[in-house]
């Protein structure tokens, strides 16, 4: 098992730009591919990135292409999301995630196997 926990929410203005990371421990973090959620008030959660085991192959949903980047450090259990342009719609709280096991690239909440706590990022327009 993977346990997660995110950092670098807050609140930021349109335009402007936040990092998030997650930090996992368990000695077999580099076998699993890694991603990340979001659940916006009232909404359901969404695949937002992921990222594979070796750190390429990132993959994004089409709302963040072009303005957010995945990244992962396997010497040092983190991942990373580099969010730019940040808009009022990506309000949210963002959530770190790993599949089920480590064939899986979790893109939908049924593949996930754990999750963190969330972090929230508050964009103002």
């Known amino acids: 098992q993977v346990q997660l926990v995110e950092s670098g929410g807050g609140l930021v203005q349109a335009g402007g730009s936040l990092r998030l990371s997650c930090a996992a421990s368990g000695r077999t973090f580099n076998i699993y591919a890694m991603g990340w959620f979001r659940q916006a008030p009232g909404k359901e959660r969404e695949f937002v990135a992921t990222i594979s085991r070796s750190g390429g192959s990132p993959f994004y949903a089409d709302s963040v292409k072009g303005r957010y980047t995945i990244s992962r450090d396997n010497a040092k259990n983190t991942v990373h999301l580099q969010m730019n342009s940040l808009k009022p719609e990506d309000t949210a709280v963002y959530y770190c995630?790993?599949?089920?096991?480590?064939?899986?690239?979790?893109?939908?909440?049924?593949?996930?196997?754990?999750w963190g706590q969330g972090t929230q990022v508050t964009v103002s327009s």
């Open positions: 995630a790993v599949g089920k096991n480590r064939l899986v690239v979790a893109t939908t909440t049924q593949e996930v196997g754990s």
